[in-house]
């Protein structure tokens, strides 16, 4: 699998990396076994199934996730209609840190939002709410086709749409002077916008095409969001693997 390939070199090459792309092939194999879980199981057994394989890959106690499940059935809201439920779950802080939680939730909201995803039958477009049309979560990557073109990319919800190709996709101010850039040594970018404080990584085909994963692009870029949030800069919406603040 060439993405694997991807990662293990990355590993060698940027050891300061290992552990959030350690973590990110967790993710994708919580995903990849998500996906057949959803394809080949009941409905009434699917959320038993995703606790189990997510307990197992990520070594979750069972305390936990015997407390997780039972959050969500209290919570009396059907987390493949309503995903976002996950991520608004009042879990206890009594065994681990809030900003764990908050990571353990979104990754496990993953598969329940992908199902909704592929459910819905009509969407808005990004430019009537600002926001993702799937999950309502605001957008922190975007990437430049071959034919110059910009597409959102959802680390929430994986929701991907054309946007307009120049300005802020928080405040939505088009003004180019508006936005300064950084750029690190891969070329991928961080736009900041001296509006509102917001800064949008984005990446061209080229970038694509030596990664194949415009998420992995997103962990491997991490160093961008250090030096953008020392500048006063923010991060509105986490990446694939829930970090979103880094200072």
Do not use: W
């Not at 305390?63 to 995903?83: H, R, Y």
């Amino acid at each position: 699998m060439e993405i694997k390939r991807i990662i293990n070199e990355l590993k060698e090459e940027r050891p300061y990396l290992k552990s959030p792309l350690e973590l990110y092939e967790r993710v994708l194999e919580f995903n990849r076994k998500c996906e057949k879980i959803i394809k080949d199981k009941a409905k009434n057994n699917l959320l038993d199934e995703i606790i189990n394989e997510f307990s197992s890959i990520f070594e979750i106690p069972y305390e936990f996730s015997s407390f997780l499940k039972t959050s969500i059935l209290n919570s009396a809201k059907d987390p493949f209609s309503e995903p976002k439920s996950i991520l608004e779950l009042p879990i206890s802080e009594e065994e681990t840190s809030k900003e764990e939680i908050k990571r353990a939730l979104f990754i496990l909201s993953k598969p329940f939002f992908i199902k909704y995803r592929e459910s819905l039958k009509k969407k808005k477009k990004f430019e009537e709410i600002g926001r993702c049309v799937v999950c309502g979560e605001p957008v922190s990557l975007t990437m430049i086709d071959s034919e110059n073109k910009r597409h959102m990319v959802c680390t929430v919800c994986g929701h991907e749409e054309e946007i307009f190709r120049i300005g802020c996709s928080y405040c939505m101010q088009k003004i180019c002077e508006k936005i300064d850039l950084l750029v690190d040594e891969d070329e991928i970018r961080v736009e900041l916008c001296k509006d509102c404080k917001t800064y949008i990584k984005s990446f061209k085909d080229e970038v694509y095409q030596k990664f194949k994963d415009p998420y992995l692009i997103d962990i491997i870029s991490l160093p961008l969001d250090v030096v953008a949030q020392e500048r006063g800069y923010i991060r509105r919406s986490p990446n694939i693997i829930g970090i979103q603040r880094v200072v």
